[in-house]
T-cell receptor, first 115, second 116 residues
Framework: GAVVSQHPSWVICKSGTSVKIECRSL??????MFWYRQFPKQSLMLMAT?????????EQGVEKDKFLINHASLTLSTLTVTSAHPEDSSFYIC???????????FGPGTRLTVL | AQSVAQPEDQVNVAEGNPLTVKCTYS??????LFWYVQYPNRGLQFLLK??????LVKGSYGFEAEFNKSQTSFHLKKPSALVSDSALYFC??????????????FGSGTQLTVLP
């Protein structure tokens, strides 16, 4: 089956620093990737949708300058949290969908803690 | 706009008993429906989906779900619960049409606890 990986699985950083999270589709080409944020015991909230080679589409209320998304290839998307603050601490999950799939395949998630 | 409702935040069942996790949806046109399971500090694992065809869909780990168009429901079921089924379950929907409506919309999640 289709596999999506995320790296790192967890990261702790100081306030004001930037953190990059990678999302890779390991055995299929992902024309579309999605980034979600999940707070404890809550549902997944879609942050942005990215299509390979084009700019990401951000959901309302998500700061595009703070959450930089790059979908440079058909197997890799990155989310960079710039100038992170403690309120950015969360579980970030990516998912990917290939051109022939009806479903999305989810990565294992990245736990970000900003001190 | 599409939406998903999971009316129960928490479902408790005894091991060996049948379980049901409820889900209702709203979407324009024909729905694609999904169930995912999430264990603590992990990503989502796909359980099953309804795209078209038989209303009863069988998925991973003995789970099944029944698509009911008239009631706009897609309840998750299992005949005999296991303690290892204890996890957070999400129902999701998206429209079968193209465009931005193809993105998934998730329910709020239901915490299933199976008691030994």
């Amino acid at each position: 089956g289709a596999v999506v990986s995320q790296h790192p699985s967890w990261v702790i950083c100081k306030s004001g620093t930037s953190v990059k999270i990678e999302c890779r589709s390991l055995d299929f080409q992902a024309t579309t990737m999605f980034w979600y944020r999940q707070f404890p015991k809550q549902s997944l909230m879609l942050m942005a949708t990215s299509n390979e080679g084009s700019k990401a589409t951000y959901e309302q209320g998500v700061e595009k300058d703070k959450f930089l998304i790059n979908h440079a290839s058909l197997t890799l998307s990155t989310l960079t949290v710039t100038s992170a603050h403690p309120e950015d601490s969360s579980f970030y999950i990516c998912s990917a969908r290939g051109p022939t799939y009806n479903e999305q395949f989810f990565g294992p998630g990245t736990r970000l803690t900003v001190l | 706009a599409q939406s998903v409702a999971q009316p129960e935040d928490q479902v408790n069942v005894a091991e060996g008993n049948p379980l049901t996790v409820k889900c209702t949806y709203s979407v324009s046109g024909n729905p694609y429906l999904f169930w995912y399971v999430q264990y603590p500090n992990r990503g989502l694992q796909f359980l099953l989906k309804y795209i078209t065809g038989d209303n009863l869909v069988k998925g991973s780990y003995g789970f099944e779900a029944e698509f009911n168009k008239s009631q706009t429901s897609f309840h998750l079921k299992k005949p005999s619960a296991l303690v290892s089924d204890s996890a957070l379950y999400f129902c999701a929907v998206r429209a079968s049409t193209s465009g931005s409506a193809r993105q998934l919309t998730f329910g709020s999640g239901t915490q299933l606890t199976v008691l030994p």
